[in-house]
């Protein structure tokens, strides 16, 4: 059973123009979803984050909006520069009783072109 | 850099050997978290402590599979009698649990050849 989902395995966008990510979920309990971004050889790096009572958040040029009827959110990237090219792991975490491990999608790997 | 650490970067070993990872996580977190990573997938979770006390397996972590921290600070992690399935990216990650939840912060990883 895959709790979040990335349903898009890449997704190539000119520079300066808006990128957006998807990823749906199916565990209501989720209490923050998280985003994470990865290069090549290191370590998924934390990016931004959203609270599930919450529909949207922002830090510079990246925003996450939160629809909870639909189980879905995305991430955008505005303006995209090519050092955003990396792959986006889209997570829900859950603290409730023993838990408190992130549940990742299969990632969407982003192209910026020059 | 006080970042999470992982020792080491790159492991090759023949099937059946025995092999054990180390973590470093960063200082004042108290959780501290194993997840593995196969090629075209997402991190998945493999089991995580709080403090000394390991909470939670999951069902990934054979019996070949032992993680230890036993000071609540670095973990190991040992994979008995490897097999060439067990080819994978280990990551390590730490976290802060309290009134203030931190994200969880991911080492380099230890990439497991199993020839």
């Known amino acids: 059973d895959q709790q979040v989902k990335q349903n898009s395995p890449s997704l190539s966008v000119q520079e300066g123009r808006i990128s957006i990510l998807n990823c749906d979920y199916t565990?209501?309990?989720?209490?923050?979803f998280l985003w994470y971004k990865k290069y090549p050889a290191e370590g998924p790096t934390f990016l931004i984050s959203?609270?599930?009572?919450?529909d949207k958040n922002e830090d510079g040029r990246f925003t996450v909006f939160l629809n909870k009827s639909a189980k879905h959110l995305s991430l955008h990237i505005v303006p995209s520069q090519p050092g955003d090219s990396a792959v986006y792991f889209c997570a829900g975490i859950y603290y409730g009783g023993s838990q408190g491990n992130l549940i990742f999608g299969k990632g969407t790997k982003l192209s910026v072109k020059p | 850099d006080t970042g999470v650490s992982q020792d080491p970067r790159h492991k090759i070993t023949k099937r059946g050997q025995n092999v054990t990872f180390r973590c470093d996580p960063i200082?004042?977190?108290?959780?501290l978290y194993w997840y593995r990573q196969t090629l075209g997938q997402g991190p998945e979770f493999l089991t995580y402590?709080?403090?000394?006390?390991?909470?939670?397996k999951s069902r990934l972590l054979s019996d070949r599979f032992s993680a230890e921290r036993p000071k609540g600070s670095f973990s190991t992690l040992e994979i008995q009698r490897t097999e060439q399935g067990d080819s994978a990216m280990y990551l390590c990650?730490?976290?802060?649990?309290?009134?203030?939840?931190?994200?969880?912060?991911f080492g380099n990883g230890t990439r497991l050849t199993v020839t």
């Open positions: 565990n209501s309990m989720f209490d923050y």
């Open positions: 200082s004042e977190h108290n959780r």
């Open positions: 990650a730490s976290s802060f649990l309290g009134q203030g939840n931190s994200p969880l912060h």
């Open positions: 959203i609270s599930s009572i919450k």
């Open positions: 402590f709080q403090n000394e006390a390991q909470l939670e």
